[in-house]
């Protein structure tokens, strides 16, 4: 990694920070996107401490706001003509349904919409690298989700886990739509599922859910363990060439049979350029 550019959203926490302290340390230049400037620049001083030998930096964004998505994309690309890696990582889920000031259900927004207009906005310095890579972090909760077009966003009724499993079933066929996008350009996609991690996931739910997730915490993996195989798949020359998979504990697992349906990943892609107004490649 020494010399790589690599973007992580969601760096100043779990597995996201983890990641991207061991990917510093193997060389890279680590990109962060992060939302609290206290968090950011605690975590961008760790990082100097850690790798000096690279001009590591801090971009901040609330990512579940259309507008600071587009802005920190064009913000980073205009800075690095070349990126080597993005790590999608920024993610949360809620015990109640909120609303963005765009009028999009929080998780959706957060969950997805970021990962498709962060990595539409960075797709040219992506492409510049060379064979860079693209690692979403997803989750094995998409097997508890419905999908349902004519309800993405939760509306007609909404529970925690079903708009948190429907993003990151989004994320899984993001990554499928992305791939084929992508075929022959050297460029990647990839997924993940990182286990379920002791991180401060859940701190920021409310409600019941918070509580739930303290307690469930405790039998939780740490989140070193959780941040291998973001880290795989961002360095490793195993996974060289191969793109379109969704990855548990460094190998390739089976996703759900409806994270599998390119037509649907075809539709979602078509649905979010629409709603976030991002002009996609064919
Ligand atoms: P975490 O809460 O420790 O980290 C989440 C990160 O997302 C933080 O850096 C936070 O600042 C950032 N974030 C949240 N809202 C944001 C916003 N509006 N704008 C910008 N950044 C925002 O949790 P984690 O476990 O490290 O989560 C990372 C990813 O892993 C998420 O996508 C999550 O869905 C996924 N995941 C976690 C688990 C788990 O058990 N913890 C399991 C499966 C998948």
């Known amino acids: ?27 890279a230049r680590i990109v962060l996107v992060a939302r609290d400037k206290t968090r950011g620049e605690a975590v961008l001083a ?3 401490k850690l790798a000096p030998g690279a001009a590591h930096g801090v971009y901040y964004a609330d990512l579940s706001s259309l507008a600071d998505m587009k802005r920190v994309a064009n913000e980073i690309a205009a800075a690095e003509p070349r990126i080597d890696v993005l790590v999608n990582n920024a993610g949360a889920m809620f015990n109640t349904r909120h609303v963005t000031g765009d009028g999009f259900e929080l998780t959706f927004a957060l969950n997805h919409l970021a990962y498709f207009v ?3 906005g960075l797709l040219d310095s992506l492409k510049a690298a060379g064979n860079a890579r693209i690692v979403s972090t997803a989750s094995t909760g998409h097997k508890m989700a419905k999908l349902d077009f004519d309800d993405l966003q939760s509306l007609k009724s909404y529970s925690p886990m079903q708009s948190y499993g429907r993003s990151k079933l989004y994320n899984i066929l993001f990554t499928r739509e992305l791939a084929r996008r992508l075929a022959g350009t050297g460029v990647t996609a ?4 990182p286990g379920f991690v002791a ?4 701190d920021q739910s409310g409600g019941i859910l918070q509580s739930m997730f303290g307690v469930a915490k405790l039998f939780a993996i740490p989140p070193e363990k959780g941040a ?3 880290v795989y798949l961002a360095s490793s020359p195993d996974v060289a060439g191969i793109s379109g998979k969704y990855f548990y504990r460094r190998r390739p697992a089976a996703p759900s049979k409806q994270a599998q349906d390119d037509a649907a990943a075809q539709r979602l892609w078509d649905e ?3 709603l976030t107004g991002v002009v996609a490649p064919a």
Not at 190 to 193: A, E, P, W
Not at 199 to 202: L, N
């Open 1 to 27: 990694m020494q010399g790589k550019v690599v973007v992580v959203t969601g760096g100043t926490s779990g597995i996201g920070e983890i990641a991207a302290e061991k990917l510093a340390e193997q060389g």
């Open 228 to 230: 291998e195989t973001i």
């Open 272 to 274: 979010t350029g629409k």
């Open 118 to 120: 962060v990595t539409l």
């Open 199 to 202: 991180s401060r996931f859940g």
């Open 46 to 48: 760790r990082l100097r």
């Open 190 to 193: 990839n997924c993940l599922h």
